[in-house]
């Protein structure tokens, strides 16, 4: 278990590293959003096409695996856009609103069975992200696009436990990048930016985390229980927060920490319950 948390530490600061990186390129050097998004997915894909397992290809025929990674696209979209014009804590907070909408999802779609106990700890969690947001507050309008980005991640939580059962991780990871590369690239090609060094070093650390976090995401889970595991995805708000104060010397305000731990005692509470 020491091991899997490890790797779980590693993947869930991996990720906000890439989106650091994202931040980077849009409000530092004015790439646009999409095609920060983009070119996450397309390098991603040929990251790891050499590691393809057989029958990966035909994934693609079925039509819940665009769907899935329709939603996905979506999502990233948003998170970058969300990352271009907000600070990234308070965008990572917003994000995990994700957890919740997948909760009920599961619950309405896939008939997995509820609590009163985690519905109690999902309506807490959700408290937590009016907290961050704020509406109808001074805080900024654009943590919107990072709410609809969690929406679309709790979606795809549930897609992904639709369809895990009918491919390996490594190919539906492969279908998912493949597909959101192919649908954002007129998007992405029609605003890349010039290919300064720069440009082209933070576009790579973008891709590289990003995949890299998954991966070990993918790797933990075959070593230990998801159930165990789930707390440790919260990682990434205090990585968020970190990155934050090192990149762009900015700090949550006082109701963003308010909600941020209202959110992860909510999300490692929730995980830890027997049922």
């Not at 919740?100 to 985690?118: K, N």
């Not at 999902?122 to 109808?136: A, D, E, Q, S, T």
């Not at 507050?137 to 795809?156: K, M």
């Not at 920490?257 to 992860?264: E, H, K, N």
Request: charged fraction near 10%; hydrophobic fraction near 60%; glycine fraction near 8%.
């Amino acid at each position: 278990m020491k091991r899997a948390a490890l790797i779980m530490f590693v993947a869930m600061s991996l990720i906000p590293a890439g989106d650091t990186a994202g931040k980077l390129l849009s409000a530092g050097l004015g790439a646009h959003p999409i095609y920060v998004a983009w070119s996450r997915f397309f390098i991603g894909a040929v990251m790891i096409s050499p590691f393809l397992p057989k029958g990966t290809w035909s994934l693609l025929r079925d039509k819940r695996v665009w769907f899935r990674a329709l939603i996905l696209a979506t999502g990233i979209s948003c998170i970058q856009v969300a990352l271009s014009r907000e600070p990234i804590a308070d965008v990572f907070a917003a994000f995990f609103i994700g957890p919740l909408v997948s909760y009920g999802l599961a619950a309405i779609f896939l008939r997995e069975p509820i609590t009163w106990q985690r519905t109690a700890l999902i309506v807490i969690g959700f408290i937590g992200v009016l907290v961050v947001v704020r509406p109808g507050a001074d805080a900024g309008t654009d943590l919107l696009w990072a709410v609809a980005a969690g929406i679309c991640y709790g979606a795809f939580l549930t897609a992904s436990r639709w369809i895990s059962h009918i491919g390996t991780p490594i190919g539906l990871t492969f279908t998912q990048l493949f597909i959101s590369a192919v649908v954002l690239a007129p998007f992405g090609l029609m605003n890349l930016p010039p290919l300064s060094g720069d440009v082209m070093l933070l576009t790579s650390i973008s891709a590289l985390c990003s995949m890299l976090g998954n991966l070990l995401l993918l790797y933990a889970y075959k070593t230990a229980s998801a159930t165990r595991l789930a707390p440790f995805v919260y990682f990434q708000l205090l990585a968020a927060v970190l990155l934050g104060w090192v990149v762009f010397d900015t700090l949550p305000a006082l109701m963003t920490w308010m909600g941020l731990l209202i959110v992860m005692a909510a999300g490692i509470t929730s995980a830890r319950l027997k049922a």
